[in-house]
């Protein structure tokens, strides 16, 4: 690789330290630890590798996990717009009250989160309780966990989007309409194109959150094996039976699919982007 | 008509923000609306294009009422001053969005875009992105784009606002020609007086969310009503005078500047003159002056600005008296801006300090009634006190005029009080003699003022403007006794009035209807109130008879405040008693001021001494002697001669 293409000069000076120190956090505290960790799973024979990281039990942990997160990540998308618009456009008041709110379930630890929740959806809880008359069970059902993943991303997705939509420039919104656009156009051509990317990125993070998330979903989804236990969770009840390389072979599954599809989020991110630059020529 | 608008309001939280505005726009007009940030020309010109709503109103455009029509299916095209381009789009898209969204076909929209990318220059930048264009290029596309669906109005909001000066003129250039080729009727909304002049038709001036004027550019620029527009456009030194059928004279100078706007008011009153910086003449002695004299001065400060010399100079001290209004404190030195051409320079070369004699080219009367306020009060605590208003200090400082103090003993006697007020000048109490004479004294606020005694020599106290006393029990005496002094304006004054939202315009007599509009328009030029006029008849039997008859003096009040002033108010109709009347409609809300036009000095004791003895409100009494009064005058004017 030629030098110059590898050290872009910039105003600040330091280049080589602060690539230095990049380099060492990230080996540090990111790569060696994942090196362990395949390290740890590769220890294990294969044939116990593919029995762990096949079982049906593990299998159902996955599709959880995945299906729960995605699907909470895509809640996050509409209502987390929903409630990014509101706080960036309109005045009311007890705004700023709502807008630290946004923030809880960062601060909480989550398992406290998880009870809160359990308590809220359970069959007689204050929500659960209607949704039981309509037959529908909350806590300890895959439901459940993915209201505990959507809580757990949603301030991703709205601290993401709000920047992003407060760059809307209300005039670009006027325009349109004086141009003749209605409100849906105008939501479809102007206000979605500029807070795509944003939105993307929201999702992104909600998804890698809910993924890890532990705490909160082991209160609310009842931990039924094949059911309603998520791939951590499983991994937990390895290491609870001291079978530590079986949780490294769980642990670098959920590495590598997470890995796709975070790669693969961003890609689509980058090509929208180039896109964009490309038709200019 | 293009566009027209009626009574247009707008209130934000309260606050006023279009005040009323009435305005007709013709086919292919270029208007431009100009006036000051936070002055409501830009409300105005999205509530015309549906971006805001009005809450009182109507807007037609092409006689089509759209009120309540949405933006989009107005027909304008608006470009804003931050370009407001779609920046994922190309020049290409973002001009075809009007044309996309009614499902033009491709090929005429491409057809539509080249016309309009040659008619603002930008021919084969189709593909670029707005990001990729410079700023007088990206209001170019703007400008396209706004035009693109062919609408019936263009409206330009400060569009050259975010441009350096140069590109600003070829901009500018571009849009003139623009709405010629295409005749289209457009408002262009700035606060730059140079880019109205520029490219207006007409100028509509908005201050406060009223509009206050509106002409062609050269009729505002010679022939302002408002001080407001005087020293908007342009630059204008304003000056209290006094004018007489011979012209007018400034300070205590007995020198008269003939005036051709003279001869209208037979006897002598303060106005307000106004004096163009080019329009003063300057030269060694009074003799080499080509124009007429107007006053002695020194030259303080001389500023070289390119083709034209600026020049501060300072009255000498006749004239120093006549209050020159320079800046919003009211309370500078009296300077008066002069600027000289190169030839003049050459001439007539000045170093500061030089003495100089000042003649006047042309100067402009302005027709405002309410030239200045003179605080009047029996002590000086209390004339302190009522200077330092709030209230009054706001309509000063807006009006860009001074608050003089006369201090007056009479006003507070007993004997005063208890007298009858025709009886004032035979009564001893308020002895008209000398000795009372000397008693009146100025104080000290802003200018030199001349005791009314001096200023007046023999011709009576002329009262400067509207006299202003404090609002206390027998507050109805002293009115009284003002009006019988020759005030024509009597401001009632209680203590931390706050500004005004509403102001209730009422008047006894017809015969007082001009006047009590004039001071009403020249008064709510300066305050974001709304005006409303309230016509009272008796309540009685013939109720019914009287209605139509009701109906046609609100009608009346309402045209001639329109056509005379350009002043919009509302109309209100009741029944019953006139002062308690007013005083239920004064009691509705706390920040209201009365103007009250009476012909008849002994009415108020009569009709209004419950209105008058206190009251909480600010009231302006507006005094125009009818006929019969007129009669009694010389009498009064008599004793005054007596007492001077």
């Known amino acids: 690789m030629p030098a110059q293409r590898f050290h872009q000069p910039s105003v600040l000076p330091g280049f080589g330290l602060t690539f230095g120190f990049t380099t060492f956090f990230l080996s540090a505290l990111v790569l060696l630890p994942l090196a362990a960790l395949a390290l740890m799973a590769g220890s ?110 949603m301030p991703f997705m709205v601290r993401t989007l709000q920047p992003a ?56 989804a009842g931990n039924l094996p094949m059911k309603t236990e998520i791939t951590p969770l499983l991994i937990v009840i390895h290491l609870q039976e001291f079978d530590y390389s079986g949780a490294a072979a769980l642990g670098s599954v959920m590495l590598v699919i997470s890995f796709v599809v975070l790669l693969t989020i961003n890609l689509i991110h980058s090509w929208g982007r180039r896109r964009l630059v490309a038709t200019a020529h | 008509m ?151 109005v263009l409206l330009l909001d400060e569009p050259f606002g975010a441009l350096d000066a140069k590109i600003r003129e070829e901009l500018r250039r571009t849009i ?186 042309r100067l402009h009367v302005l027709p405002t009634p309410l030239s200045s306020f003179m605080v009047c009060a029996p002590n000086e605590e209390i004339a302190r006190q009522l200077g330092g208003e709030s209230l ?19 006003l507070g006697s007993a004997a005063l009080i208890g007298s009858a007020p025709s009886l004032a000048a035979a009564s001893p109490g308020i002895a008209l003699s000398p000795g009372a004479a000397s008693s009146l004294r100025s104080a000290s606020l802003p200018g030199s003022v001349p005791s ?19 609002s206390r029990p027998g507050a109805l005496r002293s009115v009284e006794w003002l009006l019988n002094r020759g005030a024509e304006k009597v401001f009632v004054l209680p203590p931390s009035a706050p500004s005004p939202r509403r102001v209730l315009i009422h008047w006894v007599d017809e015969s007082a209807r001009r006047a009590t509009l004039a001071v009403s328009a020249s008064l709510l030029r300066h305050v974001s109130a709304e005006a409303v006029y309230v016509g009272i008849l008796p309540q009685g039997g013939a109720l019914n008879a009287q209605r139509p008859l009701g109906m046609r003096a609100l009608l009346d009040a309402r045209s001639e405040a329109q056509a005379v002033h350009g002043l919009d108010m509302r109309t209100e109709l009741r029944f019953g008693d006139v002062a308690r009347e007013l005083a239920l409609r004064l009691a509705e809300s706390p920040d209201q001021l009365l103007i009250l036009g009476i012909t008849d000095v002994a009415e108020l004791d009569k009709r209004f001494a419950s209105l008058l003895d206190e009251p909480r409100w600010p009231i302006l009494i507006v005094y125009e002697p009818g006929e019969r009064t007129r009669a009694a005058e010389p009498a009064r004017t008599a004793d005054l001669i007596r007492f001077a």
Do not use: C
């Not at chain 1, 141009?179 to 944003?198: D, Q, S």
């Not at chain 2, 989009?72 to 898209?93: I, K």
């Open chain 1, 165 to 220: 939509i407060a760059e809307v420039q209300r005039d670009l919104e006027d325009a349109a309409e004086t141009l003749g656009a209605g409100r849906l156009y105008v939501f479809r051509h102007i206000v979605l194109p500029t807070v795509l990317p944003a939105m993307l990125t929201g999702f992104t993070l909600a998804f890698a959150r809910a993924v890890g998330e532990y705490g909160s979903v082991i209160f609310i």
């Open chain 2, 392 to 410: 009054l200090n706001e309509l000063a400082t807006r009006m860009k005029t001074r608050i003089a103090v006369q201090v007056e003993p009479s």
């Open chain 1, 44 to 153: 294990m024979h294969w044939a116990d590798f593919v029995r762990v990281v096949l079982s049906p039990r593990a299998l159902g942990s996955y599709r959880l996990s995945f299906g729960a997160s995605s699907l909470a990540a895509s809640i996050n998308l509409v209502f987390g717009f929903v409630i990014a618009w509101t706080l960036v456009r309109y005045e009311f008041p007890g705004h700023k009250a709502v807008d630290a709110l946004i923030d809880m379930p960062f601060a909480l630890p989550t398992a406290v989160s998880g009870i809160a929740l359990t308590s809220v959806f359970a069959a007689n809880g204050w929500i659960g309780r209607y949704f039981a008359l309509l037959g529908v069970q909350v806590a300890y059902t895959w439901i459940g966990v993915t209201v505990a993943l959507t809580l757990i991303g």
């Open chain 2, 2 to 152: 293009s566009i027209t608008l009626d009574q247009v309001t707008k209130r934000y939280q309260g606050a006023t923000v279009v005040n009323d505005v009435s305005l007709d726009i013709g086919d292919g007009e270029f208007f431009v609306l100009l006036g000051p940030s936070g002055g409501g020309k830009t409300t105005l010109l999205r509530a015309v294009a549906g971006l805001t709503g009005v809450d009182h109103g109507r807007i037609s455009l092409h006689g089509r009422d759209v009120t309540h029509v949405a933006a989009r299916e107005r027909g304008v095209g608006l470009v804003f001053q931050n370009y407001a381009l779609f920046r994922h789009m190309t020049v290409a898209d973002n001009i075809e969005f009007a044309l996309r969204v009614r499902r033009m076909r491709a090929a005429a929209r491409r057809a539509r875009r080249k016309e309009l990318l040659r008619l603002v220059s930008l021919e084969g930048l189709d593909d670029r992105l707005p990001a990729q264009l410079s700023g007088g290029q990206q209001q170019r596309v703007a400008v396209a784009r706004a035009l693109a669906h062919k609408p019936e």
């Open chain 2, 176 to 361: 003139r020609q623009v709405q010629r080729e295409l005749g289209i009727t457009t408002v262009l909304v700035t606060h730059d007086q140079e880019e109205a002049f520029a490219l207006a038709d007409r100028i509509g001036i908005m201050n406060l969310g009223r509009l206050l004027e509106m002409g062609r550019p050269d009729d505002l620029y010679a022939r302002p009503a408002t001080r407001f527009v005087a020293t908007f456009l342009g630059a204008a030194n304003l000056l209290l005078a006094r004018q007489s059928a011979r012209g007018l004279s400034f300070g205590s100078d007995p020198v008269v500047v003939p005036h051709v706007e003279s001869g209208v008011h037979v006897r002598e009153h303060e106005v307000v003159a106004v004096l163009r910086p080019e329009e003063i003449e300057l030269a060694p002695s009074r003799e080499a002056l080509s124009t007429a004299y107007m006053a002695d001065g020194a030259v303080d400060e001389i500023l070289f600005s390119g083709a034209l010399e600026r020049l501060r100079v300072r009255l000498g001290d006749g004239a120093a008296g006549a209050h020159v209004v320079r800046s919003e404190s009211g309370s500078d030195p009296p300077y008066l801006e002069v600027t000289r051409s190169q030839h003049e320079q050459r001439v007539f070369p000045l170093v500061p300090g030089q003495e100089v004699a000042l003649g006047v080219r």
């Open chain 2, 452 to 470: 009314l005694a001096e200023a007046d020599g023999d011709e009576g106290l002329a009262f400067g403007g509207a006299a202003v006393i404090a």
